[in-house]
């Protein structure tokens, strides 16, 4: 659906105040209760009043206030304000009139709407003959291409005020001048004592625009009737369900709306295999063929997905809960996704300086086995065994599944790491997958160097061989301000480590062997890890990680000290105003120490379970000293 600029700028404005699923407020009710039952999308701020509030009260809000940061927030304010100027001009309202403007709940929703004026199928009944004639022929095509120009989509915003709507009624009748110059006719009707203002399309009523006010809210809808209905729902007078009668939008949120005393400030939801197959079949013609490789994959198991984020209270700055609600059994795309119960505690290659570490358990012989059974599904019977089992015996000699599928523990790790000196790709990964004979996976390395990674080199660090990839292009000098990948690994005790560092493969080896600290060792990390009983309920995880914010931070601020990379922004910058604008402001110069930052930054811990009807992922951050 295409929107005009004003509706796209109410948009904006909704993004930029930022959504929830809790107890309705005494007198407007909350958004599941205004929008139909098979909506795809919703977001909602519970109150952004106390949202406010809360962030002023957050580390991040600290930060921006405190008296060695705050001209350096000030500048951001002012260029975010620049660039927003445009926008402004056209609705005739400043950046702080369009953040003042919602008071208690906003809300988005977004729902399917149908082409009223799609015909009858002039496909005949069984009784009657098929005419092939050119007319009937016609006639058909055309019900087909009304039929696919009638999947489309509608919206609905709910943003409260309480009686300061200056603003937003400023905006609306900016909205309205535009939509009536653009040809939309200017309806009104009264509906339960409430004014009902309809824009409608005549070309295309799909893009139609209906807003009310009542009782301190103002509700848009996007779609001809969507504004209609949803009075008719607060009003109770509509025989249709609503979404917070939904079982499966209630199925999603029932998993993340935490402890009793607690309720969420956002909550999200969203139904992406409607979404998917509305845009797909909207496309027909060849499109049209997708879809029934998608029902085949199985993605139509995916009920929702839901989560909510909540101010921590004393222990924590914030509390976040993603669940994705599936249906049983786990087949199709859903028999390769094979999470394992497993150890979260760091190995003791993992240093104590790393940006982020994650442990997942995982059945890779189980994700093997549903990949070739899809593999099989699409390619033919015994097609995966004969393009590529076969091809990989007869190159290496060796089984597939016995040399490399079979030969790990179910439990990967992962740990990001900021090389020095500090490039726009100083952020580096390494894996680590934990193996059941590490002797034998050496025998396996070397028989594949044998046979199809002959450019693989090997060397030493210390007294630990490793193995080094070949580089792209080695006689090409790297791009200024750009790290060289050096693809490398090791056995490291029972771990095979990979990474595209070789600084951080010789740091991980150090660390293994006692010569620098470890993870496991640092204070941060326990009083994260020991947080992570409680947030589980007695459910036993297949993910934890451990990052800390600060050291992407630490990346952005020593680029933007670096006078190189203040050129190279630049030169790339010329054309876009929002990097001109950041570049003027690092070239100022006037950036604190990062220790003023940095302490405003507190570690975080994330974790994931799985259960019978889907999978829940959580997030949780400390609160800074």
Sequence with gaps: MRFSLPIACLGLFCLASSPVFGAEPAVVPGAPRLLPEKSLAYIRIENVTEFRQGLAASATGKMLSDPKLKPLAGEIYVAAGELFQEIGDQLGV???????????????????????????????TKNEPKDDSPDAIRKRLDAKKLESESVSFGGLFVIETGTDDGALKKILATMEQKLIESGSVLRRETIGGTSLVRLIKASNNRESVEYFSRDGAT???????????ALERWNGESAERTLAESTDFAGVMSRCVGAEETRPQITFYVDPYHIVERIIKSRGGAATLVWPIVEELGLGKIRGVGGSVFEGGEAFADISHIHLLLDPPRDGIFSVVRPSKCDTNP?????DDVASYMSIGWRVDASFDGFERIFDRFGGEGGFATRVIEPYKKATGMDLRESLVNTTKDRGAMITWLQRPVTFNSSTTLIGLQLKDPAETVRTIEKLRET???????????????????????????????????????????????????????????????????????PDYDLVASELGAQLDAEKPFMFSFSRDSEG??????????PQIREIAKSRGAENAVVKRLVELMEKDELPPFEEFKKYFAPSGSFAYDEATGMHLGRYTLKAE
């Design 219 to 229: 509700v848009v809808g996007i779609g001809n009737g969507s504004g209609k209905a």
């Design 553 to 562: 931070l630490r990346q952005l601020y020593e680029l933007a000290k670096s």
């Design 452 to 522: 199809i990674w002959k450019s693989v080199q090997t060397d030493n660090i210390g007294t630990t061989k490793i193995y080094l990839g070949r580089r792209r292009n080695p006689d090409r000098p790297a791009p200024q301000g750009i790290r060289v990948p050096e693809p490398c690994g090791a056995i490291v005790g029972d771990w095979l480590l990979v990474t595209d560092s070789r600084q951080l493969l010789e740091h991980a080896i150090r660390a293994s062997s006692g010569s620098v600290p470890r993870l496991s060792s640092l």
């Design 94 to 124: 400043s950046l702080e009139e369009i953040l003042s403007i919602p008071k208690g709940q906003f809300a988005f929703g977004l729902f399917p709407i149908e082409n009223p004026a799609l015909v009858a199928s002039t496909e005949p």
């Design 347 to 351: 190995p003791v290659w993992v240093p």
